[in-house]
């Protein structure tokens, strides 16, 4: 038996199967549901990854430091984390 769960959403959406054919069809059974579920309650369903998040910096300079060289280099710190973020994940599939 293999089992799954939709991952970054609140509701808990889970699915299983003994082959892959069989997880696929309770996976889309289950998010049909869900899609369902919410439309008979009139509400939104919930979205994964929105593009929106908080950063907290355990280190306050790095914060400072952070919003210095964004300032510097015409970008708002939003984008400077973004492009950040961009730099790490190309180097990492890059070295995969």
Avoid: W
């Amino acid at each position: 038996m293999f089992y799954g769960k939709v991952q970054g959403i609140r509701s808990l959406l889970s699915y299983e199967g003994n082959t892959a054919k069989e997880r696929l069809a309770d996976f889309r059974a289950v998010v049909d549901d869900y899609l369902i579920e919410c439309e008979a309650e009139g509400i939104e369903p919930e979205i994964a990854y929105k593009g929106s998040f908080n950063v907290r910096f355990k280190n306050k300079e790095n914060h400072r430091r952070a919003a210095i060289y964004a300032l510097t280099h015409q970008q708002s710190l939003n984008s400077f984390v973004e492009e950040a973020v961009e730099e790490k994940l190309a180097k990492y599939e890059a070295d995969k």
